[in-house]
């Protein structure tokens, strides 16, 4: 909602404000005050403006904003059935195209690589 508010998306920014305010507002709701009142915000001012400036590859209606992954490498939408891998020590989500490639977001580990992960042992 505010990276869609701050690239001038303001259409897109209503679109995923009115998506927070229902979902804080149900009966599963429970957000947090200060992430609905931005909600609020960008509600208000994103219908004043009523202008997309960059067109997104996937409509935002369409998606359910609780369980939408974003690849991390691209920073696009992970569609429904599409593969992907985690990074060895983040578990960031990336396309299949970055496995082996190093994560995009930590820098530390790879995209798809399987670790046996930190392991505390009690010494003898
Ligand atoms: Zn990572």
């Known amino acids: 909602m505010i990276s869609n508010f ?3 998306n303001f259409i897109d920014a209503a679109t995923l404000a009115q998506k927070i305010l ?3 507002s149900g009966p599963s709701g429970g957000l947090v005050e200060k ?3 931005q909600a609020r915000t960008v509600l208000r001012q994103a219908e004043e403006k009523g202008t997309n400036k960059h067109t ?3 409509d935002l209606n369409r998606i359910d904003v609780s369980s939408a992954k974003v690849c991390a490498g691209s ?3 992970i569609s429904e059935g599409e593969q992907y891998d985690r990074c060895s020590y983040c578990e960031a989500l990336h396309k299949r195209v970055y496995v082996k490639k190093p994560c ?4 530390i580990g790879e995209v798809g690589r399987q670790v046996m992960g930190m392991q505390f042992r009690k010494q003898f």
């Open 6 to 8: 701050k690239a001038e």
């Open 22 to 24: 229902q979902a804080g």
């Open 35 to 37: 992430t609905m009142q």
């Open 56 to 58: 997104l590859p996937f």
């Open 75 to 77: 920073l696009s939408y």
């Open 104 to 107: 995009s977001v930590c820098k």
